[in-house]
Structures are given as C-alpha cells and as structure tokens.
C-alpha cells in the first residue's frame, strides 16, 4: 500500500517527532476533544482540561506507539497486534447505549450531550441504513464498530494538523499524503478486531 518513496518520506519526517512525543500526541488528542467533542465519551475517567497530566501521558503513549508502527511499516498487523486487542475492548462504546445514558451524570464532560450537527459520511465508513450524515456514539443505525472507525479517522486528522503546524514546509503535499496512507493503515489495523 505505501510505496518505497511514501516509507521514506515517513521516517525522515519521524526524525521531527523524536523527543516531542508527549508534547505532539497531547496537542492532538487536544484538538481532537475540542474540534470533535464527541470523542470525549471515550475517556470519561480521564481529566480532559487542558495541560492535563491524564492527556498528556496518554499522548505520549500514542505517538511512541505511531513511532513503533514506523519502525514496522512493513509489518503492522504484527506490530500492533496487542494493541488491537486492547481498542477492540476498550474503545467498545455503543452507540445506542451512549443515547439512553446521555445527560445522566455526565454532565461534567460539557460538549458530549449536546452532539453537534451530523458529520458528512465519510469515505471508508460503512454507510448504514438511515444513518446518512450521522456522527459519533448516539448516531441512528451506527455499531460501536463503525463510531470507532469514524473516531480513528477524527484523531489521525488532527495528528496530521499538529505534524503541519510543527513541521511547516517541511510538511510538503508528499509527506502529507504518505503520512494519510500510513495513518489509515495503523487506523485499519487497529479497528480489525471489531465486527
Ligand atoms: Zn487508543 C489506549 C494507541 C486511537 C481511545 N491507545 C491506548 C494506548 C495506546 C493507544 C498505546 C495505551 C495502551 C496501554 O496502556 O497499554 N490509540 C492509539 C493509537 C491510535 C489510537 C496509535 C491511533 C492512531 N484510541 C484511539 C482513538 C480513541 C482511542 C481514536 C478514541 C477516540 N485508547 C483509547 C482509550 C484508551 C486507549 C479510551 C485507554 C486509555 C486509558 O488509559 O484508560
């Protein structure tokens, strides 16, 4: 899937993330929560203001686990197999349960009861009957499956914004391209286990 070029241009512009892990990977789950709220509903148990330790530590371990897919580009089934196990178990959010407890004590995570208007789908989401233009968990017609793959799409997205603010020029259309390939791919390895 990734050409010999698109591998390359992936572990030059690695070099870049060394030693920012903590730094990039809170930036993007940061932005993840603002810019898509409903993302919130996965991590209840976690404080979500900003400059949080919880956000921070789990950026860290995002990006370093990024940085093992690109030490492994060629292997990432493999490579992410734990990790895999461990999303199709944590990540598993029902929608539909999401809608019945929606307001019942969580209001302190303000943006996850009020969903903003319905995303536009998505190529690479499963378009479900009655669910056009639906978003995240409380969504007619969506499987845990399908909000999980939508919320994979909304953090690479974001991490790809925080590699263009911090890379500027160096983010040149190629390497934007190769790093949309690679984070699709770590995106599809990691919902695989859900059916
Ligand atoms: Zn995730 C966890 C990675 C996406 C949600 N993660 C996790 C971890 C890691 C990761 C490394 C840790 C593990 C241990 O500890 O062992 N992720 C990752 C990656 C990605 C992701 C690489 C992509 C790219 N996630 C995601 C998403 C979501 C999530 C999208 C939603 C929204 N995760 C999660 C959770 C958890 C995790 C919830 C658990 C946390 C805690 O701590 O609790």
């Excluded at 530590?57 to 196990?85: I, P």
């Excluded at 944590?90 to 407890?101: E, G």
């Excluded at 929606?102 to 789908?121: L, Y």
Aim: aromatic share 10%; net charge negative; proline share 6%.
């Amino acid at each position: 899937m990734l050409n010999h070029d698109e591998k390359q241009l992936i572990k030059h512009a690695w070099e870049k993330v060394l030693g920012h892990q903590e730094d990039f990977g809170a930036e993007a789950l940061e932005r993840m929560f603002a810019v898509y709220p409903q993302t919130k509903t996965y991590f209840p148990h976690f404080d979500l203001h900003h400059d949080s330790e919880q956000i921070r530590h789990h950026g860290k371990k995002v990006v370093t686990a990024l940085g093992d897919a690109v030490r492994h580009m060629d292997n990432l089934s493999e490579a992410l197999s734990e990790l895999s196990n461990l999303h199709a178990y944590n990540l598993r959010v029902d929608p539909v349960n999401f809608k019945a407890s929606a307001g019942q004590g969580r209001g302190e995570f303000p943006g996850v009861r009020d969903q903003p208007p319905p995303f536009p789908s998505l190529p690479g989401v499963r378009a479900v009957p009655g669910a056009a233009g639906s978003g995240l968990p409380g969504a007619e017609g969506w499987s845990a499956a399908d909000t999980v793959r939508f919320a994979l799409q909304l953090l690479s997205h974001c991490f790809q914004v925080v590699l263009a603010v911090h890379l500027a020029d160096e983010y040149t259309p190629q390497v934007h391209v190769a790093y949309d390939k690679f984070l699709a791919a770590v995106s599809a390895v990691l919902a695989e286990k859900y059916r």
